[in-house]
Each structure stands twice: as structure tokens, then as C-alpha cells.
Nanobody
Framework: QVQLVESGGGLVQPGGSLRLSCAAS????????MSWYRRAPGKERELVAS????????TDTDSVKGRLTISRDNVENKVYLQMNSLKPEDTAVYYC???????????WGQGTQVTVSS
């Protein structure tokens, strides 16, 4: 059974930092592109960043470039999102995603709440 378990969310003041973690189990981690998505209140879910097994990163959201950085550990089967210089507009539920397009595999974590507020 595939499980993606996020952790590290919480309440942080503007300008602060958080590091989200996602622990994956039940899958061949190195086969999957790992991503972080987020859904802010009243908005659609958006892709924050992705990383391939080889460590190639893509960031689709201009508003997070230079502040939110994805990384992965293929030994520990974990993916991380380092979040710096946080802004109130970063408030959202953050979701971990594992995708292997070739076999149609697509898995989601339960999400972790990040709230940026003074």
C-alpha cells in the first residue's frame, strides 16, 4: 500500500521559514517524479514545484521562485520543501504527490496546513 505522509506544517510569521517533509512508502521511490502542490482558501490547487529522480527541479509558480525549494532523498524515500521568506499568500494546505506517468501511477498525501500570519 502506497503512503505519502506530510509533516512540518504550522503557523509562522511573515518572513519566517518552514521545512515540509513527505515520507513515501510502498512504492519504488526512485521511479517517481515528486511534487508539492498547494490549495489556498477559495482557490484551485496549484503546482508549487517538482523534482525528478535525478534531481532536476521545476518550479511552475512564479510567486515562489527563489523562496520555496524542493529536494529529495532517494535513500530515505523523502521529499522536502524548504520554505523561506514566507508571505501571508503562502497560506495553504500543502500536498505531496508522487507520479510515474509511464504506468499511470499518481498518489497523494493527506496534506499539511501552512499558515503565515502575524
Amino acid at each position: 500500500q502506497v503512503q505519502l505522509v506530510e509533516s512540518g506544517g504550522g503557523l509562522v510569521q511573515p518572513g519566517g521559514s518552514l521545512r515540509l517533509s513527505c515520507a513515501a512508502s510502498g512504492l519504488t521511490f526512485s521511479r517517481y517524479v515528486m511534487s508539492w502542490y498547494r490549495r489556498a482558501p477559495g482557490k484551485e490547487r496549484e503546482l508549487v514545484a517538482s523534482i525528478t529522480s535525478a534531481g532536476v527541479r521545476t518550479t511552475d509558480t512564479d510567486s515562489v521562485k527563489g523562496r520555496l525549494t524542493i529536494s529529495r532523498d532517494n535513500v530515505e524515500n523523502k521529499v522536502y520543501l524548504q520554505m523561506n521568506s514566507l508571505k501571508p499568500e503562502d497560506t495553504a494546505v500543502y500536498y505531496c504527490n508522487a507520479k510515474w506517468v509511464a504506468v499511470g501511477a499518481d498518489y497523494w498525501g493527506q496534506g499539511t496546513q501552512v499558515t503565515v500570519s502575524s
